[in-house]
C-alpha cells in the first residue's frame, strides 16, 4: 500500500490499495466514492456523511468516526479497530439481500449509542468494545464474536445469539424467553444476570 496525499473528498471515483493517514475531515460530505482495500489510520472523520459509498475490505484504524452517516454506502468485510464509533445509525447503510457473514468487525472499539436494529450480523465480531446504549434488537448475532465486550444498557430483543461467544462480556440484560441463545457461551459471574429474568433466586449458603 502507498500512502495517499489526496483527500477522499477529491475528484477521484476510485481507491484502491491506499493508506489514508492522519486526516481531518469532520463534517464533511463524500458522495459516490468506492475505496478498495484501502485503510484509514488516525483519522478524525467525526459527523462525516458517506452517501453511497463503498468501502470493501478497508481498514479503520485509531479513527474518530462518530456521528457519521452511513447513507446507501456498503462495508463489506471491514474492520474497525482502536476507534470511536459513538451515534451510528447502521441501519442506513446499504445491506445486500444476499446475507453476508462477518461483514463488520469491531475490535477494542466504542461504539456506543450505535443502531443495529434488524440487521444480519452473523459471524461478525464486537471484541473488547463499549457497546453502551446499542440497539441490537432484532438482529442476527448468530456465531458472532462477543468477548470481552461491556454492553451495559444495550437493547436485546428477539436477537439471534444462536452460538455466539459472550464469553468475558459483562453488563448485559438478556431475556432467554425473548432472544434466541441456543449455544451461545457466557462465563461467570456475569451469565447469573440470565437467571434475573427467569424469576430464580439463588440464595448464598
Not at 472523520?45 to 479503520?60: A, N, Q
Not at 484504524?61 to 454506502?73: P, R
Not at 440484560?173 to 424469576?199: C, H, T, W
Request: hydrophobic residues 40%; aromatic residues 12%.
Amino acid at each position: 500500500m502507498n500512502k495517499h496525499i489526496v483527500s477522499p473528498d477529491g475528484p477521484e471515483k476510485e481507491y484502491e490499495d491506499v493508506v489514508f493517514d492522519g486526516l481531518a475531515l469532520k463534517g464533511i460530505t463524500i458522495s459516490s466514492k468506492q475505496f478498495y482495500d484501502c485503510v484509514f489510520k488516525n483519522c478524525d472523520l467525526t459527523g462525516v456523511e458517506f452517501i453511497s459509498c463503498k468501502f470493501p475490505d478497508c481498514k479503520f484504524i485509531s479513527c474518530n468516526l462518530s456521528l457519521i452517516k452511513v447513507t446507501g454506502s456498503a462495508f463489506p468485510n471491514v474492520e474497525f479497530k482502536d476507534s470511536k464509533l459513538v451515534g451510528v445509525n447502521w441501519t442506513d447503510a446499504y445491506w445486500p439481500c444476499m446475507k453476508i457473514s462477518g461483514s463488520l468487525r469491531f475490535v477494542n472499539c466504542v461504539i456506543s449509542d450505535s443502531n443495529f436494529l434488524g440487521l444480519s450480523l452473523r459471524d461478525g465480531c464486537f471484541m473488547k468494545c463499549l457497546a453502551k446504549g446499542a440497539d441490537f434488537r432484532s438482529s442476527d448475532l448468530s456465531r458472532a464474536n462477543l468477548t470481552h465486550t461491556d454492553f451495559t444498557d444495550s437493547l436485546f430483543g428477539g436477537t439471534n445469539l444462536t452460538d455466539a461467544d459472550l464469553t468475558q462480556a459483562k453488563n448485559y440484560a438478556i431475556r432467554i424467553s425473548d432472544n434466541q441463545v441456543k449455544g451461545a457461551k457466557f462465563s461467570m459471574p456475569e451469565a447469573m444476570a440470565l437467571l434475573y429474568y427467569l424469576g430464580i433466586k439463588i440464595e448464598s449458603q
